[in-house]
C-alpha cells in the first residue's frame, strides 16, 4: 500500500488530505501558533489513525509528503522576524519603505542601514569601484549593533550583480563559516532578477526576515519525519503554484502559498469542467481569501504586495480580506464590524469553549442553526451554542438593542456583504467578457456562499468534494515546479519579424540554473518539461498580456501561438518584452478525480431529519429539512432552504438556490427562479 500526504497549515485549522489507490480520507486538527511542527505531526498522526496503521508505518510506505506552511506569513505578521543590517547604495534614499516610521516594528530599522559609494550604471558597467575597507566597516559596524544576518540590495544590480557578489565574498572572508562568527549573507541578486530597486530592497528584506524561523522550522519538520522512517524529501509549496525540497526552497517562496495551491486547483477545475474564467474565495478561520483565473490560468503577479511592501519576484496572486469564520464581531460607534481580527485557533470563537468571549461568524452561524453543535468536525469536537448566544448578546445585540437572533443575522449578513461587494469589484473590473463561475471552499465558504454569490451577482458556483479541506486537496495535483526570471527589455518582434537576438542566451542561462537545481531535486533532464513565458508590452507601455511556449526553442512557434493566446497583439507589427521565464516541472504521484455515473435527482435517502434554522429576519427559526452529505449520490439535487451537513463543512442552501452533486461528487450551487 503506498499513500501520498498533503498538508495545508491555516491560521485556526491545519488540513491533511490522504490518498491510498481509491481511498481518500481527510482530517482537521487545530493550528498551533506556537510550534507549527506540533499539528503538522498531528494532522500525520489523525490521518494515520483513519486509515488505521501507526504513523511510521504510514510514513515509511507514502512516496510523497507536500506540505505549505503559514509560517512565513505569521513571522511578518507577528513581527518576529531575524535583526537585519542592511547595505545599499549610497545614491539610494535612506529611508527605505522597509524602515515605514509608521510602524512601531519595522522590517529594518533605520540606524541598522548603511551605504557603499560603489556604482553600477543601467548598462551594467561598474563606473565607480567598490572600498573594501568601507564594506567591511560597514558589515562589522552592523553586526555590532545586533544584526543577525546581513542584506545587500546595490542599485542597478539587475543588469550586473558583480558588487553584491563582490560584497559576500568579501564578508565571508572575514567571517568564514568555520567560525562561529559567520553571519548570513543575503544578496538581492539572489532573490529576483525583476527590474525595480525598491522592489529589489523590499524583496531580499522580506526573504531575509523570515528565513531564520523557517530554516529551524522546516528542517526540524523534516528531521521529525526521518524520526518515523519517512526517507524521502519533504516537498514545501510555493506561492509561484509548485512545491520543491527544503534545501531548494527560498524563504520568499513560501510566503501565501496555501491560498496559493488553492487557485492552482481551481484552475484544473476550470480545465475539467471546460471554463475558461473563475473567480475563487477560500473562507478559512481567518480570512476569505481571492483569486482569479481568467482563460484558464490562474492570475500571476510580478509584483505582489506583502504587509504593505511591493515587491518584485513572481507570485500566484491572492486578495486576502478580514472575514472568516473567526473574524470577531463588534460594535463601533454604533456601527456592526465583523474582522479583520479574528479569533484563530486560541482561543477561538466563543462556542469552541476554549477561552473566547468575542462573537465571531462561526457563533452567528451556530445561533442561526446552520452549524450543528454535536456534529462539528462530525461531532469530535462539540460546540456550546449557549456560549455563542451570550457572546452575541453582550457584544452585539445589547450594543445594538436588537435580538440575538437579529445580531446573528447582522453578523451574517455583514460578512456575506463584505466578501461579496469584494468579489463584484474584482470581477468588474477583469474586463467586460469575464463572466466567471464562482469556486468556494475552506471550512465556512460552503455556509456562505449563496450571500456571497447575490452580492456579487454570480449565478453558478462550484463547492468542491473536498471544499474544506480544498487547499491541501490541490496540493496533491501539484508537481516540483521551479520558476526562473530575468529582465529582458527586447523586441521579440520587430517590423513584423520575429527576432531571438540577444533573447536566447538571457532564456540559456535560466535553462542552465533549471537543470542544476531540477538534478537536486533528484530529477534528469528527460524528467523535466521546460515552459518559456513572456510578458509582453508594445514598448513602453506596462505589459498587457503574457505568452507561455513549450520546450525552449520558442521562436519557431511564437507568431502561431501569439495568435492563438493574445489574438489582440496578433496582427501588432511590434512586440516588446520586459520580462521572461523558464518554468521547469518534474511529476510526481498525485490524486486523480474520478468520474462516476449520475443517479435521479431524488435527494430523501440522504435526508436525515428536520431543526431550526434561520434565514430571514421574517421568518425567524424555522424547521429545515438537513441531508448529509455523504449520502448524497451523484445526480441527487437539494432544493432550498436546506442544510447539508458533512463531518468537515456545512453547505447551507438558501432559498431560491439548488445544489446538486455531479458527476465528480463536487456540490453545485446554482441560482433558480422562485
Known amino acids: 500500500m503506498s499513500y501520498t500526504i498533503d498538508i495545508d497549515t491555516g491560521g485556526t485549522l491545519t488540513d491533511g488530505f490522504f490518498v491510498s489507490g481509491t481511498r481518500v480520507e481527510t482530517v ?85 542601514i548603511r551605504a557603499l559609494a560603489g556604482a553600477v550604471d543601467k548598462n551594467g558597467v561598474i563606473v565607480h569601484d567598490l572600498d573594501r575597507d568601507e564594506v567591511l566597516r560597514a558589515a562589522q559596524d552592523l553586526l555590532d549593533q545586533g544584526a543577525r544576518c546581513l542584506v545587500v540590495s546595490l542599485k542597478n544590480s539587475t543588469y550586473n550583480p558583480a558588487h553584491e557578489k563582490q560584497v559576500r ?124 483565473a481568467k482563460n484558464g490560468q490562474p492570475n500571476f503577479t510580478l509584483k505582489p504586495v506583502i504587509e504593505g511592501l511591493p515587491l518584485s519576484t513572481p507570485m500566484v496572486e491572492i486578495k486576502a480580506i478580514g472575514a472568516g469564520g473567526g473574524s470577531i464581531a463588534s460594535v463601533k460607534r454604533g ?60 457584544r452585539v445585540a445589547s450594543e445594538l438593542k436588537i435580538s440575538v437572533l437579529e445580531a446573528a443575522l447582522a453578523i451574517r449578513d455583514k460578512v456575506d456583504m463584505y466578501a461579496g461587494e469584494e468579489l463584484k469589484n474584482i470581477k468588474d473590473n477583469s474586463g467586460s467578457n469575464f463572466d466567471p463561475v464562482m469556486v468556494i471552499y475552506g471550512g465556512a465558504g460552503s455556509a456562505h456562499c449563496c450571500g456571497i454569490a447575490s452580492y456579487a451577482g454570480i449565478k453558478k458556483i462550484i463547492a468542491p468534494q473536498f471544499a474544506s479541506v480544498f487547499s491541501a486537496n490541490s496540493l496533491s495535483s501539484m508537481d516540483v515546479w521551479h520558476i526562473y526570471s530575468r529582465r529582458v527589455g527586447q523586441w521579440l518582434k520587430k517590423n513584423g519579424s520575429v527576432s531571438s537576438n540577444g533573447i536566447q542566451k538571457t532564456l540559456e542561462d535560466m535553462h542552465e540554473e533549471a537543470r542544476r537545481d531540477m538534478r537536486g531535486e ?22 498587457e498580456a503574457r505568452i507561455v511556449l513549450k520546450g525552449m526553442n520558442w521562436a519557431e512557434k511564437f507568431s502561431e501561438e501569439l495568435r492563438k493566446q493574445v489574438p489582440s497583439m496578433a496582427d501588432a507589427k511590434e512586440v516588446f518584452s520586459p520580462a521572461a521565464f523558464v518554468h521547469a516541472t518534474a511529476k510526481i504521484p498525485h490524486y486523480e478525480t474520478i468520474k462516476l455515473d449520475l443517479s435521479s435527482a431524488d435527494s430523501s435517502a440522504a435526508r436525515t431529519g428536520m431543526r431550526p434554522v434561520c434565514f430571514d429576519r421574517a421568518a425567524g427559526m424555522m424547521d429545515t ?16 432552504p436546506a442544510v447539508v451537513q458533512a463531518k468537515d463543512t456545512t453547505y447551507v442552501v438558501r432559498e431560491g438556490w439548488k445544489y446538486t452533486v455531479d458527476e465528480y461528487c463536487n456540490g453545485i450551487f446554482e441560482e433558480v427562479p422562485l
Open 522 to 543: 533528484g530529477f534528469t533532464d528527460e524528467e523535466v518539461s521546460y515552459l518559456v513565458e513572456f510578458f509582453l508590452s508594445r514598448g513602453n507601455s506596462a505589459p
Open 625 to 640: 429539512e438537513i441531508y448529509e452529505r455523504s449520502l448524497l449520490k451523484p445526480g441527487n439535487v437539494v432544493k432550498g
Open 335 to 394: 456601527e456592526l464590524q465583523v474582522g479583520p481580527q479574528s479569533a484563530g485557533a486560541l482561543p477561538g470563537p466563543a462556542c469552541f469553549s476554549l477561552g473566547g468571549t468575542n462573537p465571531t461568524t462561526t457563533d452567528a452561524d451556530v445561533v442561526l442553526g446552520y452549524i450543528d453543535p454535536n456534529y462539528y468536525l462530525g461531532g469530535k469536537m462539540k460546540l456550546d451554542r449557549e456560549k455563542a448566544s451570550q457572546a452575541i448578546e453582550t
Open 28 to 112: 482537521k486538527v487545530p493550528t498551533t501558533p506556537h510550534d507549527l511542527t506540533v499539528c503538522f505531526l498531528e494532522c500525520i498522526k489523525a490521518g494515520a489513525e483513519r486509515f488505521e496503521v501507526p504513523v511510521e508505518d504510514l510514513l515509511t510506505e507514502t512516496s510523497v509528503i507536500r506540505f505549505s506552511t503559514t509560517i512565513g506569513t505569521n513571522t511578518l505578521i507577528e513581527r518576529s522576524g531575524t535583526k537585519i543590517g542592511l547595505l545599499i547604495s549610497d545614491s539610494e534614499d535612506p529611508v527605505c519603505e522597509v524602515t515605514d516610521d509608521d510602524d512601531e516594528s519595522p522590517l529594518v530599522y533605520r540606524e541598522m
Open 169 to 292: 565574498q568579501w564578508i565571508k572572508e572575514e567571517y568564514p563559516r568555520d567560525y562561529l562568527g559567520s553571519v548570513p549573507v543575503f544578496l538581492a541578486s539572489d532573490i529576483t532578477n525583476l527590474p525595480g530597486d525598491n522592489e529589489r530592497i523590499n524583496t531580499a528584506v522580506v526573504n531575509a526576515y523570515i528565513h531564520a524561523r523557517l530554516v529551524k522550522f522546516l528542517y526540524k519538520a523534516e528531521e521529525d519525519l526521518r524520526k518515523r522512517f519517512y526517507s524521502r524529501p519533504l516537498l514545501i509549496v510555493h506561492a509561484t503554484g509548485g512545491v520543491a525540497r527544503v534545501a531548494k526552497t527560498k524563504s520568499i517562496n513560501t510566503y501565501n502559498s496555501g491560498p496559493a495551491a488553492g487557485l492552482m486547483g481551481v484552475a484544473s477545475l476550470g480545465r475539467l469542467y471546460g471554463t475558461k474564467h473563475l473567480i475563487s474565495g477560500d473562507m478559512g478561520g481567518t480570512s476569505f481569501d481571492i483569486g482569479v
